[in-house]
């Protein structure tokens, strides 16, 4: 994909604006303009270029740090069945000054990531026969290994490996100012947002999981978003706030060994997302099967209703979870049928 090189100048026009506002008055202005929505969350913001961050998602990497303030967050398998995440960052006047803990990346993440265009990508560093493969992929390799300790450093009160902290804004600055990278602005996630589609069931939670790691969500009517849990205790940020969404996917993948492994001999699994299949779109308390479909790594994954119609999104946060298991939902109990009223007094 070719992109004008004035993205550089947006983009960077953008995060100065961002971090100069940073000090100034939150309150909101007498007369408001409208403001560009991003398109990943339709939330206010505007869009910028994409960076993707391989976070690591074992016992002693939480709480993560600054992963609600991504737009899309990916759950993918990887070895020994425990769980991974790539986070995607998009809005400019929403990128945290740290995130982490940064982990490796992995063969699954080449195509979840071929479909937002040339993304950075940030991640610790890759098995030695994979390296090829990220450098043939439409990306750009913003790896620990390539950067300085400015960018990348490490978490005194943590524990290697899961202690090697990003610095998002410092390392889009010199990629992209300094190193002239392109970087694409999006132009379609493939989602569209909207009122809730009718049908599905009404739950109170659903559980999830992946053969050595397990998530909850739980619906809140007063936040109006699905509460996370790990492992069985609530998944909470390091600001100690839970973690959650307005709208989280559950997609049913094939996930099948790659031809990698780690340094264990662990076999590196590899999750499907080009093709098409069942999922289940979980927003405002319901359950609602639906259908993905992709036709190649290029182009974004599209959400739809039985129907054919647009299965749409709410407005906020995006979990997507890629397991080749079932969930399990917990209904909504039904309403205590009706005893006979009381005689009226006479």
């Not at 339709?42 to 990497?61: C, R, S």
């Not at 040339?118 to 390799?141: C, W």
């Not at 559950?250 to 080009?274: A, R």
């Not at 790594?297 to 946060?317: I, M, R």
Request: glycine content about 8%.
């Amino acid at each position: 994909m070719k992109v004008k090189s004035t993205i550089l100048l947006t983009f960077g026009l953008a995060a100065s604006l961002a971090l100069t506002g940073c000090g100034a008055s939150s309150k909101k202005s007498a007369t408001p303009s409208a403001e560009e929505l991003n398109l990943l969350s339709n939330l206010p913001g505007g869009n910028g270029p994409i960076l993707a961050v391989k976070i690591d998602d074992t016992p002693p990497a939480h709480p993560q740090i600054n992963l609600d303030r991504a737009d899309v967050v990916y759950i993918e398998q990887v070895e020994g069945g425990l769980s991974r995440i790539a986070a995607i960052f998009s809005n400019p006047k929403d990128l945290p000054d740290v995130v982490g803990p940064v982990r490796s990346a992995r063969i699954s993440d080449l195509d979840i990531l071929a479909q937002y265009g040339r993304v950075g990508f940030a991640f610790s560093g890759a098995q030695r026969l994979f390296y090829p493969k990220i450098d043939a992929a439409n990306l750009e390799n913003l790896s620990a290994d390539r950067e300085p300790a400015s960018i990348y450093s490490r978490d005194e009160t943590r524990q290697a490996p899961t202690n090697l902290i990003l610095h998002p804004r410092a390392l889009l600055t010199k990629a992209i100012d300094s190193e002239k990278k392109v970087l694409s602005l999006l132009k379609d996630p493939g989602w569209k947002f909207g009122p809730s589609p009718a049908g599905g069931k009404a739950i109170v939670s659903a559980s999830f999981k992946w053969p050595a790691s397990k998530y909850s969500a739980t619906w809140s009517a007063s936040e109006k978003r699905w509460l996370l849990s790990y492992d069985g205790s609530p998944d909470l940020g390091a600001d100690g706030r839970q973690l959650g969404s307005p709208t989280l996917i559950l997609q049913k993948v094939s996930i099948t060994p790659s031809i990698y492994h780690d340094k264990v001999g662990g076999i590196t699994p590899f999750s499907q997302t080009v093709g098409s299949g069942t999922a289940y779109l979980l927003r405002d308390g319901r359950a609602i099967p639906i259908f993905w479909n992709r036709s190649t790594a290029e182009t974004p994954t599209t959400w739809t209703l039985k129907d054919g119609k647009s299965a749409n999104f709410a407005t906020g946060q995006i979990w997507i979870a890629l397991t080749d298991s079932d969930p399990v939902f917990v209904p909504v109990a039904p309403a205590a049928s009706g005893s006979a009223s009381p005689a009226p007094k006479k």
